[in-house]
């Protein structure tokens, strides 16, 4: 439960914690955990430090940054 005193503690606006990370960089998938600060990533590994909010992605894959282009009409992708 997040707190005001936990909240101004936090390092992290948001700490995604134990997913399966897929960043699509081309390296293979590994367990790690995500934290965002100020709408950014700013760290993608064993995070130490505490969110204001916290999520836990255990048997989850996360996959920050990820856009799903789908369509069925090719002409709306370009």
Do not use: C, N, W
């Not at 590994?45 to 996959?63: D, F, H, Y």
């Amino acid at each position: 439960m997040t707190t005001p005193e936990t909240a101004r503690a936090a390092a992290h606006d948001l700490a995604i914690r134990g997913g399966f990370v897929v960043d699509g960089a081309g390296a293979p998938g590994r367990r790690a955990d995500v934290a965002v600060r100020d709408g950014k990533l700013s760290e993608i590994r064993p995070v130490t430090g505490r969110g204001k909010r916290e999520i836990s992605a255990a048997g989850l894959v996360v996959a920050p940054g990820f856009i799903d282009p789908h369509t069925h009409y090719d002409a709306q992708i370009t």
